[in-house]
């Protein structure tokens, strides 16, 4: 697995936020079972820059905690069934890797969730980059049931790699 994480904010972190973010993905990954070798970009921006990209690429002129964008088009969530024909469209040439999208995320939104919610910042990115391999992954939250199983999927895979509330 490939990851790329840039974080064009002056923010530091306590924690090792590379080592975080291939925990993350990879537990996601593992519990969806892909079967590739793949590569996931985050990007770590501040509230202006997320707004930006969110402007850009979806038109919607404000800011957001993460954004998602996937690569690949699913059938269904999870289903990584590629058609040869598409192959050049979803992977590497020089890796042989799938590339699942970009995940982007405002460190400013981070921050103050962290604070809003009584958590850690750690966890408060986990969970939000959790949240956004959910998507890379096909699932969405526009309907109820929806939300409440990505929900459960985001929660079980931070609760595995031991990132609770409580830190």
């Known amino acids: 697995m490939t990851f790329y994480v840039e974080n064009e904010t002056d923010v530091t972190f306590d924690f090792d936020v590379e080592r975080l973010v291939e925990q993350v993905v990879t537990e996601v990954l593992e519990e969806e079972d892909c079967p590739y070798e793949t590569q996931v970009n985050v ?4 509230n202006e820059g997320i707004r930006e990209f969110n402007r850009r690429q979806r038109g919607i002129d404000r800011e957001t905690d993460v954004l998602s964008f996937p690569n690949l088009n699913y059938v269904r969530p999870s289903e990584f069934e590629i058609d040869e024909n598409e192959e050049a469209d979803y992977f590497d040439p020089d890796s042989g890797e799938l590339i699942l999208g970009d995940i982007i995320v405002s460190v400013d939104r981070v921050l103050q969730q962290a604070e809003s919610y009584g958590h850690s910042v750690k966890r408060e990115l986990a969970f939000l980059v959790a949240h956004s391999m959910l998507h890379l992954c096909g699932y969405d939250h526009e309907e109820d049931q ?5 929900e ?3 929660e079980h ?4 790699l031991g990132i609770t509330r409580e830190d």
């Open 43 to 46: 990007l770590l921006t501040d």
């Open 146 to 150: 929806d939300a409440a199983l990505m």
């Open 152 to 154: 459960e999927k985001q």
């Open 157 to 160: 895979a931070l609760r595995v």
